[in-house]
């Protein structure tokens, strides 16, 4: 186990032309506090929970005090941002403490959001507010624990600052970690500024550190785009499956590695509506639910194109194809498992279809309904009520669920079983907007930090049915006004 001060650091980003990054130290917050440390990041790094104790824990994870080994840095990225090209983003409030290095040889990038103002944080204060703090620290791992490719959140801290943004909140800082953060913008602001010699060394170092068994490969950066279009398209078919929404699928939000990045105005659907929009400055819809594979594709093209001095045509033109191949065999897959199905049979995707426009006319909560069907009894109808309950037309569902039942008994599925196995498929606890709210209404209000610990607990094993939870799987009260999230956080 490791204390603050021999976790081992390196900083290969350092090592890479100067162009690439700006070296800068965080701008710490008067008074830092701990308002949340999850021990499961930090056995990532084998650093002792025990840390977290000492008040330098804070200290360090606010900037105030520098690790020994690290030099802090900010990258330079560029992105398309809802379809239109912007030559320079880069890390604007978000600072790379450096790696940590594990005996096991694993690495870890430290990087410190809301750290203050960078070379990139154009007209921004470089400072992130404890809402959404929370709200990227519990969905982190509330996906990983879903089973799905994402950065993972270290801990939260805050302190005496006030960070205006409609209205004045308290400023806090995320530490969050991922072999790696390097974006497919980070490929197109050397595509678009013309350094194709830094592409290739961007490439270069993404393969060595990222993708070794590419190193010697002869066409090695045609498979790197490869295996980024696959990673992709499995990420999407995750977030398709489990109704999760990003609400800004930029390129430069898009990770080199497909995990699941830059959490906003994400959320998770209750109602099921293939039109749902979660950002609320996405007026146009670019970014719904039922768009994001499309998106998927749009952005596989945008790297893609970044990528192509160093690629031939034939091999770019194949990235998105593989992509849409990817993603859509995965959600198949998916969807398979969720309805409790083994074998695949012809007609599978249309009893998915059909279950989804039953669900999306009777607004049914996408992931309860999926969690109750686990209970479905192919010899007693009657016992069916509480899932048919969740339908306005029952006659409509009955008809599916006539058609649901043929389809078990021609794999001859057992009910039993495929309970136990649809319970691990679907999640009987999600990161509900309404829940997050909780979390961080005692927190900005009373500093309060106790629901956000008891979010990570609980969405840390979404499968099991943990006693007196029963309020973390109910959808928002209808009568209560909607919560809403956007780009400005
Ligand atoms: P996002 O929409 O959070 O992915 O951010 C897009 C770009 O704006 C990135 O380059 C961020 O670093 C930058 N940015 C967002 N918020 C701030 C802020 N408060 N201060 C400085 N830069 C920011
Ligand atoms: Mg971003």
Same mark, same amino acid.
């Given at each position: 186990?490791?204390?603050?001060?021999?976790?081992?650091?390196?900083?290969?980003?350092?090592?890479?032309?100067?162009?690439?990054?700006?070296?800068?130290?965080?701008?710490?917050?008067?008074?830092?506090?701990?308002?949340?440390?999850?021990?499961?990041?930090?056995?990532?790094?084998?650093?002792?929970?025990?840390?977290?104790?000492?008040?330098?824990?804070?200290?360090?994870?606010?900037?105030?005090?520098?690790?020994?080994?690290?030099?802090?840095?900010?990258?330079?990225?560029?992105?398309?941002?809802?379809?239109?090209?912007?030559?320079?983003?880069?890390?604007?409030?978000?600072?790379? =403490?450096?790696? @940590?290095?594990?005996? %096991?040889?694993?690495?870890? $990038?430290?990087?410190?959001? &809301? *750290?203050? +103002?960078? !070379?990139?944080?154009?007209?921004?204060?470089?400072?992130?507010?404890?809402?959404?703090?929370?709200?990227?620290?519990?969905?982190?791992?509330?996906?990983?624990?879903?089973?799905?490719?994402?950065?993972?959140? =270290?801990?939260? @801290?805050?302190?005496? %600052?006030?960070?205006?943004? $409609?209205?004045?909140?308290? &400023? *806090?800082? +995320?530490? !969050?970690?991922?072999?790696?953060?390097?974006?497919?913008?980070?490929?197109?602001?050397?595509?678009?500024?013309?350094?194709?010699?830094?592409?290739?060394?961007?490439?270069?170092?993404?393969?060595?550190?990222?993708?070794?068994?590419?190193?010697?490969? %002869?066409?090695?950066?045609?498979?790197?785009?490869?295996?980024? *279009?696959?990673?992709?398209?499995?990420?999407?078919?995750?977030?398709?499956?489990?109704?999760?929404?990003?609400?800004?699928?930029?390129?430069?939000?898009?990770?080199?590695?497909?995990?699941?990045?830059?959490?906003?105005?994400?959320?998770?659907?209750?109602?099921?509506?293939?039109?749902?929009?979660?950002?609320?400055?996405?007026?146009?819809?670019?970014?719904?639910?039922?768009?994001?594979?499309?998106?998927?594709?749009?952005?596989?093209?945008?790297?893609?194109?970044?990528?192509?001095?160093?690629?031939?045509?034939?091999?770019?033109?194949?990235?998105?194809?593989?992509?849409?191949?990817?993603?859509?065999?995965?959600?198949?897959?998916?969807?398979?498992?969720?309805?409790?199905?083994?074998?695949?049979?012809?007609?599978?995707?249309?009893?998915?279809?059909?279950?989804?426009?039953?669900?999306?006319?009777?607004?049914?909560?996408?992931?309860?309904?999926?969690?109750?069907?686990?209970?479905?009894?192919?010899?007693?109808?009657?016992?069916?009520?509480?899932?048919?309950?969740?339908?306005?037309?029952?006659?409509?569902?009955?008809?599916?669920?006539?058609?649901?039942?043929?389809?078990?008994?021609?794999?001859?599925?057992?009910?039993?079983?495929?309970?136990?196995?649809?319970?691990?498929?679907?999640?009987?606890?999600?990161?509900?907007?309404?829940?997050?709210?909780?979390?961080?209404?005692?927190?900005?209000?009373?500093?309060?930090?106790?629901?956000?610990?008891?979010?990570?607990?609980?969405?840390?094993?979404?499968?099991?049915?943990?006693?007196?939870?029963?309020?973390?799987?109910?959808?928002?009260?209808?009568?209560?006004?909607?919560?809403?999230?956007?780009?400005?956080?």
């Amino acid at each position: 186990m490791q204390t603050l001060e021999t976790l081992s650091f390196d900083n290969s980003y350092t090592r890479l032309p100067e162009g690439f990054f700006q070296r800068v130290r965080p701008t710490p917050f008067p008074n830092p506090h701990l308002v949340s440390v999850n021990p499961a990041a930090a056995e990532l790094i084998h650093l002792d929970p025990n840390e977290a104790k000492r008040p330098e824990f804070a200290e360090y994870f606010c900037g105030a005090k520098l690790f020994p080994g690290s030099d802090p840095l900010a990258t330079l990225y560029s992105g398309h941002q809802f379809g239109h090209y912007v030559p320079q983003l880069g890390d604007g409030r978000a600072i790379l =403490l450096g790696e @940590v290095r594990t005996d %096991e040889g694993e690495t870890w $990038e430290l990087q410190l959001k &809301g *750290a203050g +103002l960078t !070379r990139f944080s154009r007209d921004g204060d470089g400072r992130a507010i404890l809402r959404s703090t929370i709200r990227e620290y519990l969905c982190g791992e509330a996906m990983h624990a879903l089973g799905i490719s994402t950065t993972r959140s =270290l801990c939260i @801290v805050s302190g005496e %600052e006030i960070v205006w943004r $409609e209205t004045p909140e308290p &400023g *806090a800082m +995320l530490l !969050r970690m991922a072999p790696s953060h390097v974006r497919f913008g980070t490929f197109e602001v050397f595509f678009y500024r013309g350094q194709h010699e830094n592409l290739k060394i961007l490439a270069d170092y993404v393969i060595q550190h990222h993708y070794p068994h590419l190193v010697d490969v %002869e066409n090695r950066y045609a498979r790197l785009l490869h295996e980024v *279009a696959v990673r992709t398209g499995e990420m999407i078919a995750q977030w398709q499956a489990v109704g999760w929404s990003h609400g800004v699928m930029n390129t430069d939000n898009m990770s080199i590695l497909g995990l699941t990045i830059d959490y906003g105005p994400y959320g998770f659907m209750e109602a099921f509506h293939p039109g749902f929009v979660c950002n609320h400055s996405d007026h146009r819809g670019r970014y719904s639910f039922q768009h994001q594979p499309d998106i998927g594709y749009w952005n596989i093209r945008a790297l893609a194109k970044a990528m192509s001095p160093l690629i031939e045509q034939a091999e770019i033109q194949a990235a998105p194809e593989l992509y849409e191949k990817t993603m859509l065999e995965k959600y198949a897959g998916l969807m398979q498992e969720k309805l409790g199905l083994i074998e695949t049979h012809t007609g599978d995707d249309k009893l998915v279809t059909d279950l989804l426009n039953l669900m999306d006319s009777s607004r049914t909560d996408y992931t309860n309904l999926f969690r109750s069907l686990s209970k479905f009894q192919q010899e007693s109808p009657n016992g069916n009520s509480t899932i048919r309950d969740q339908f306005l037309h029952r006659e409509a569902f009955d008809d599916w669920t006539a058609r649901y039942r043929d389809r078990l008994q021609a794999e001859k599925s057992r009910d039993r079983e495929r309970q136990i196995r649809m319970n691990q498929s679907n999640p009987k606890y999600i990161l509900r907007n309404h829940l997050a709210q909780k979390a961080i209404e005692q927190a900005t209000r009373h500093k309060d930090y106790a629901e956000i610990d008891r979010l990570l607990n609980l969405l840390n094993d979404p499968f099991t049915e943990q006693p007196g939870m029963e309020a973390y799987a109910i959808p928002q009260d209808s009568d209560s006004s909607p919560i809403i999230v956007s780009c400005s956080s």
